[in-house]
Every structure is written in C-alpha cells, then in structure tokens.
C-alpha cells in the first residue's frame, strides 16, 4: 500500500523561556490526532517535542501537501496556543499568528517534511527532530549516510546501494534547486553542502530505481529584506535497510557533534548533540544545539514505535565531546566562530550601533 508520512512542527509556546515543553501541550495535540485517528483521517500518529518545538508524526493515505492534513496540523497548533496562553508559555503562538501563513520571516512557524512511498516487507524509518538550529545541520548526516562509504558500508557491499544517491540541494538565497549525483559528483556537491546555511539538502532518492530515501523541513527558508532568517528547528526522515542505509549506518554520523549554527538567539554555533527524549531540553546557553531519533517500523500505515535510538550508551562519548565543545565554544564569548558572522545572527545591534557611531569612523590614511 501507499502510505504518506508528515511530520509537522511548530513552537507553539516554550516551557520555561525556550528550553522544553509543558506536558499539557503534548497531551492536546495527542487528543486532537486521536480524534482525527477515529474520523478515518489518520492511519495513525504520535506527538514528540525536541526542547521548545512539537512534532506531529502522522501517517494517513492523502499524499504530500494534502490541504487536509495541513489543516489538522494548524488546528492542532492553535488548540495548543490556547493552552500555552493560559499558562503564559513562553511565545506562546507568537509564531501560529504573525508567522505561519502571512510570509512574515520572524520567529519559527510550522516546517513539514513528508514523504509517500510504497509500503515495503518492512519498512523502518527514523525521524530526527532538532532544536536551536537550521536545516542546514542536516547536510553533514545525509552526507555521511548516503555519500561516505567510510560511514556506510553498504555503499561499498551492498548491490542494491552501490549505484549511489542523487541529492537534491536547495539554494536558499535564490530559491532553486540542483541534483547532484553521488559518488560521481561528490566533489562538485561538497563545494555547495559544505556551505550548509546556504546550500541545503531537501531530499534524497536511490538513484537505481528514483526511490525516496530522505526528506528534510525546508518549508521557512524565508528572507526578511534580503536576510535569510531560516534557524527554524528542523525535521528530517529517513528510511532505513533493504537497499537504503541500515538503521546503524544512519545513526553513525550522531557520533560526531558537528558544529551548527543557532544556539543562543539564532546567532551562535555549537555541538549539535545527540539525545534522548527525556533530556532533550536545552537549558546551558539555550542550548547547546540538539537532536533526537525516534525509529518506528511502518506496518499497513501504523507506526510501530517510538524507539528512542539515542538512548544508546554507544552514542555517550559523543555527548561527552559535544559538553567539552559547548565549553570550547563558550569560552569564545562574542568572538567568531562561536558568534556567527555579523549577516548570520538572527539578532543584531549592528545597525544602531554604527548610526551611534557615524561620524567617528575616519578614513585610515
Ligand atoms: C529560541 C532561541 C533562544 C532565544 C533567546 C532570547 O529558539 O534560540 O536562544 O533567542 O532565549 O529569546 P527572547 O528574545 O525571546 O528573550
Ligand atoms: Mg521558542
Ligand atoms: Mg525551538
């Protein structure tokens, strides 16, 4: 059978300041996605949150940007801000309101990522859910799992692999989209995805027979006056084994803390560190940067699961060299590369400070 999967996400009010989310919030949503479950909408959901930003995982048989399931995603968010409201969440539907559906770049908003695909044997997918970051920290993963063959064994062994991925790459400043094919132009790919708060990976599919391998949230790649302002905390699915990457090999790259962008105020880089759902609240700095895994076997639409994979002590050393590296990164305070470059930071002083300045910048003769 045909099967889609949503994941659809939003801030919808952070508890306390930006670090976590009220359990209340968790459980209406849940409510709302039951009900939708019992009218015949969904085949099936579940509701996770990483640090401030709740994710709807929905599976039902409409297709990708189905109006429908859009919708239900909304109405879910706004019955959340009216709790959020009333325990005066932090920013409670700040974003639902004056974000989502205006074109106004400020704040988070709903992302989606989704993907249809034919139900396999067995067919195992993990959906990785971030906070105080961008899509573009996903580059590196989807890199190591679909284009290194010292990541991936099975680009090396495996015949159903070996033809490689295509990459499909989004240029968020032009609004427009390349294919790269892997490993033939790995050179010419990492030129772009390198540059990851510019050049981001919006999908990837096997290149033997086109099917979908990976999907991130690029939905508010937006600009505000030229500026991209895309920190939106992101998603990304990706599915695992029988000629895709195996569950572990997608893990793997999790154990390297790579450096991202949106740490405090959307304007510092740190670790991006791997966790369990339970400490998936970025309290140090609002931060640092985090990601957890939920894994789930899809059997006839339901989702089988949630298994916490970074509940693993395998993934414990790369926690402990994300917290030496947040200490690393901290001890730099307002100097980059902690601080991202001036046209990065989400928030700035910049331009009243220079006008306060006018006139005392002499030319250096
Ligand atoms: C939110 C985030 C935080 C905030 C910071 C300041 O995702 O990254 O670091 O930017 O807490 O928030 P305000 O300006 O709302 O006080
Ligand atoms: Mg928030
Ligand atoms: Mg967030």
Request: glycine share 8%; proline share 6%.
């Amino acid at each position: 059978m045909k099967v889609t999967l949503s994941v659809i996400k939003a801030d919808v009010g952070g508890y306390v300041g930006h670090s976590s989310m009220h359990p209340e919030i968790v459980d209406i949503a849940k409510e709302s996605l039951s009900l939708a479950k019992t009218g015949g909408k969904l085949i099936d959901y579940d509701v996770l949150h990483c640090g401030d930003d709740l994710d709807l995982i929905m599976t039902h048989t409409m297709g990708e940007e189905a109006g429908e399931i859009h919708k239900l995603a909304w109405d879910t968010f706004v019955k959340c801000t009216e709790k959020a409201k009333e325990l005066k969440l932090y920013g409670a539907g700040q974003d639902l309101l004056s974000d989502a559906f205006s074109g106004n770049v400020k704040g988070l908003g709903p992302g989606v990522a989704e993907m249809e695909f034919e139900e396999r044997r067995s067919d195992p997918v993990i959906i990785f859910m971030a906070d105080k970051t961008s899509p573009g920290a996903w580059n590196f993963p989807l890199y190591k799992m679909f284009g290194d063959p010292f990541n991936t064994a099975g680009l090396v062994i495996d015949p159903h692999m070996h033809d490689g991925f295509l990459f499909n790459v989004l240029d968020v400043y032009e609004n427009k989209i390349v294919t790269f094919s892997l490993p033939e132009e790995l050179y010419d790919a990492l030129v772009f995805i390198g540059a990851m708060e510019h050049y981001i990976i919006k999908s990837i599919v096997r290149k033997s027979d086109n099917e979908i391998a990976a999907v991130s949230s690029t939905q508010k790649l937006n600009f505000l006056a030229g500026k991209y302002v895309g920190k939106d905390d992101p998603v990304l699915i990706v599915r695992a084994q029988s000629g895709f990457p195996a569950v572990g090999e997608v893990l793997e790259p999790f154990t390297f803390p790579h450096l991202v962008a949106g740490w405090m105020r959307g304007s510092h880089m740190g670790p991006f560190m791997p966790v369990t759902f339970k400490t998936a609240n970025p309290s140090r700095f609002d931060g640092p940067p985090r990601v957890i895994a939920a894994g789930y076997q899809i059997a006839e639409g339901k989702l089988i699961g949630p298994r916490d994979m970074f509940d693993d002590p395998s993934f414990d050393n790369a926690r402990a060299m994300a917290n030496d590296m947040a200490d690393y990164m901290r001890r730099h305070g307002s100097f980059e590369p902690h601080r991202l470059p001036l046209e990065d930071m989400e928030y700035t002083t910049l331009p009243e400070v220079k006008k306060k300045l006018e006139g005392r910048f002499k030319t250096n003769e």
